[in-house]
Nanobody, 118 residues
Framework: QVQLVESGGGLVQSGGSLRLSCAAS????????MAWYRQAPGEARELVAR???????TYANSVKGRFTISRENAKNTVDLQMNSLKPEDTAVYYC????????????WGQGTQVTVSS
């Protein structure tokens, strides 16, 4: 079965950095766009960053210049490097895999908590 397992969340002070990782199994990784979403309490889930199988990236305006998404197809992993963290980045971060053609093939990880203290 498909599994997306996130790691790397935690508590960090404002201005600090964290690196999230997501390990995928049960899918042909190179056929999937990978993304990170986040959901803060009382808020809708929002796209943070996305990377295509070929490495094209998209970022939410709120994280441009601070976050970097990357993937390693040989290892079936996608990472999110988060720098200059702000309290408003506090949320549960979710790894997402979407087939590049068959968009009904959409999978989510269980989420990892990121808390940024002021």
């Amino acid at each position: 079965q498909v599994q997306l397992v996130e790691s790397g969340g935690g508590l960090v002070q404002s201005g600090g950095s964290l690196r999230l990782s997501c390990a995928a199994s049960g899918i042909i990784f190179v056929r999937f766009r990978m993304a990170w979403y986040r959901q803060a309490p009382g808020e809708a889930r929002e796209l943070v960053a996305r990377i295509s199988s070929g490495g094209t990236t998209t970022y939410a305006n709120s994280v441009k210049g601070r976050f970097t998404i990357s993937r390693e197809n040989a290892k079936n992993t996608v990472d999110l490097q988060m720098n200059s963290l702000k309290p408003e980045d506090t949320a549960v971060y979710y790894c997402n895999a979407e087939h590049q053609l068959l968009t009904e093939k959409l999978y989510w990880g269980q989420g990892t908590q990121v808390t940024v203290s002021s």
